[in-house]
C-alpha cells in the first residue's frame, strides 16, 4: 500500500492490486490460485513501473559507454558480443551491468534482490 | 506430466474424444501385437496449457501385454521452443534411458501421424506421485527423505550419461562438432538475435562463457531439463524422470549444472541440489555409478551455462506473447524474469574472478 497525492493511474492500479488480494483472490477455487497470484504480482509490476520512468533507468546505463544521450540497448549488447566493450576497456562493466539489473529488479521483482541481501 | 490426481472429464475441443478411442485402442494393439486394446476410460489431467496429458484406463488382450493397465497419453504440444524435440523424438530418448536402467514412466508406444488423434502424442505408463517443485521443496519431511532423493537422482543422471552416442544410438540427434558449451552459447544468440528485448548483461555473461568454456571429458546423452520440477516422488522416493524434450548430445556437468542452478532451486536457496539437500549428496550418488567423476568445484561454469540458459528462454517465452501473439499471463511474467538469472550468472563470475580461477 501507498500514499498517493492524486486519484490517477498509479493509485488506481494500488487499490485495485489491494481489493483483488485481501477479497477476490482468497474467495476464488483452488485452482484458480495460480492465476490470481499471476494477476497479483502483474498488478504490483504495472504500479511500481508506473512510478518510474524505465526510459530513463536505461540511460543511466547508456551514458556511461555513449555520448550523452545517444546509444541503445542494442547497441551496447553488439558492442560487448564484439568485444568492443569488455572488462579490460570497461572495468567497472559487470558493475554497471549490475546496476542496472538492480534497477530492473526493484521494479520487476524487489523480493530478489531481498533475497540476495541488496536492498530493493 | 500431470499431477495424476487431479482428472476432470472430457471438454470440447481437446485432442482426444470418445469418436477416437476405437482408433486409438485399434492402433495400440497392432503396436503391441495384441488382439485388443480396449480404451475403458479416458481422463484429460490438470496442468497442461500448451499439451494435453490424458488418464487411459485401457485392457489389453492377447500379446505380452495381456491385462487392465493405467496409462498417459501425452500430445506434442501446439507451440514449443525451436530446440525441443518432437513427441516422437523424445520417446526415442525416453526408451534408450529405459534401455540404460533410468527410472521413466515405461514407454508403451508413440506416433509421430497427427491422423490418429489430431497431433502427435506418446503413451507411457502412469506413475504415482507429484512433480511440482514448490511442493517437494516444501514437504515438512524434506529433512528426513532430502539427501537421500538427491543421491538417488545423482545415480539416475549419471545413468542418462551412460548412453553415448555410438552407431545407431538416437542417430537423430546432432552430435556437436565443437565444444558443446560453445555450442550451447552460439544458439542462445542466434535466439538473442530475433528477441524483441536487447540484453547487454546477457551479452557479457555469454561472452564470458564462450571464452570459459571447458573441454568435455567425454560427448554423452544430456537430459537437458534435469530439475526440480521434472521428476515424481512418492513418499520421498523418486518414482520417475520427466520430459525429455531437451535430450541432446553434450557436456554431462549441464545436466549437474543446471540440476543446481538457484533458480531451481525453488526458494531453498541453501538446498544446492536443486532445492532439496546439499550438493554433495548429489555428487555422491553421481560419482557412484558414473564413469567419469564430477568435482563441486567443475560446476561453477556450468551454473552461469544454466542461469544465461534460463534467461534467453525467459525472453523467447515472452516474446511468445509480444511477437507470437499468444495472450498468456504466465508467459508474460516469464518475459520479466531474464534479470533475476542474469544477476546470479554476475555474481558467480565475480565471484570466480575475485578468486583469480578465470579470466
Not at chain 1, 501507498?2 to 492500479?13: K, N, V, Y
Not at chain 2, 470418445?18 to 486409438?24: C, K, T
Not at chain 2, 500448451?50 to 484406463?57: A, E, S
Not at chain 2, 516474446?319 to 520479466?336: C, M, N, P, V
Amino acid at each position: 500500500m501507498s500514499e498517493h497525492r492524486r486519484l490517477g493511474a498509479e493509485a488506481l492500479l494500488d487499490l485495485v492490486a489491494e481489493a483483488f488480494k485481501a477479497e477476490i483472490a482468497p474467495a476464488l477455487p483452488a485452482d484458480k490460485r495460480y492465476l490470481a497470484a499471476m494477476i497479483g504480482n502483474a498488478l504490483d509490476i504495472a504500479r511500481r513501473e508506473m512510478a518510474v520512468e524505465e526510459e530513463a533507468l536505461g540511460f543511466q546505463l547508456l551514458d556511461h559507454f555513449f555520448d550523452d544521450g545517444d546509444g541503445t540497448m542494442q547497441e551496447l549488447s553488439r558492442a560487448i558480443r564484439s568485444g568492443e566493450v569488455n572488462d579490460k576497456t570497461n572495468p567497472d562493466l559487470r558493475a554497471r551491468l549490475k546496476a542496472h539489473l538492480a534497477n530492473e529488479l526493484k521494479v520487476r521483482n524487489p523480493r530478489f534482490l531481498g533475497g540476495r541481501g541488496v536492498k530493493g | 506430466m500431470a499431477d495424476v490426481k487431479d482428472g476432470t472429464g472430457i471438454k470440447a475441443g481437446t485432442a482426444l474424444q470418445p469418436d477416437s478411442f476405437a482408433a486409438l485402442g485399434a492402433w495400440l494393439a497392432s503396436e503391441l501385437g495384441a488382439e485388443r486394446v480396449a480404451i475403458v476410460e479416458a481422463a484429460l489431467l490438470a496442468g497442461g496449457a500448451v499439451q494435453q496429458n490424458w488418464r487411459l484406463d485401457v485392457e489389453v488382450t492377447g500379446g505380452a501385454r495381456a491385462g487392465k493397465h493405467v496409462w498417459v497419453l501425452r500430445t506434442d504440444a501446439a507451440a514449443s521452443l525451436d530446440v525441443s524435440l518432437d513427441r516422437l523424438s523424445e520417446f526415442r530418448c525416453i526408451e534408450a534411458a529405459h534401455r540404460a536402467g533410468v527410472k521413466v514412466a515405461e514407454p508403451i508406444a508413440a506416433s509421430g501421424d497427427g491422423g490418429l488423434i489430431g497431433r502427435p502424442f506418446a503413451v507411457q505408463a502412469l506413475v504415482a506421485g507429484t512433480a511440482q517443485g514448490r511442493r517437494i521443496v516444501r514437504d515438512p519431511k524434506l529433512s528426513e527423505f532430502g539427501d537421500s532423493l538427491a543421491r538417488e537422482l545423482g545415480r539416475e543422471l549419471a545413468r542418462i550419461h551412460s548412453v553415448r552416442p555410438t552407431a545407431g544410438v538416437l542417430s537423430f540427434l546432432p552430435v556437436p562438432v565443437t565444444n558443446p558449451s560453445r555450442r550451447e552459447v552460439a544458439q542462445m544468440r542466434k535466439g538473442l538475435d530475433g528477441a524483441s528485448e536487447a540484453r547487454p548483461a546477457l551479452e557479457y555473461v555469454l561472452s564470458w562463457l564462450d571464452q570459459n568454456a571447458p573441454e568435455p571429458a567425454a560427448i554423452t546423452l544430456v537430459h537437458g531439463d534435469f530439475r526440480t520440477g521434472n521428476y515424481m516422488v512418492d513418499g520421498g522416493r523418486l518414482t520417475a524422470v520427466l520430459d525429455w524434450e531437451f535430450c541432446h548430445w553434450g557436456d554431462p556437468r549441464e545436466d549437474l549444472g543446471w540440476f543446481i542452478a538457484r533458480c531451481w532451486r525453488f526458494g531453498n536457496d541453501d538446498k544446492v541440489a536443486g532445492g532439496i539437500a546439499k550438493l554433495a549428496s548429489l555428487l555422491e550418488g553421481y560419482n557412484e555409478i558414473a564413469d567419469i567423476k564430477v568435482a563441486a568445484s567443475e560446476l561453477a561454469y556450468f551454473e552461469v551455462l544454466a542461469a544465461s540458459r534460463w534467461a534467453a528462454i525467459s525472453l523467447l517465452q515472452g516474446d511468445r506473447f509480444i511477437k507470437g501473439g499468444e495472450r498468456s499471463l504466465e508467459l508474460a511474467l516469464t518475459g520479466l524474469m531474464p534479470p533475476e538469472m542474469e544477476w546470479d550468472a554476475l555474481d558467480i563470475i565475480d565471484r570466480l574472478m575475485a578468486k583469480g580461477r578465470v579470466t
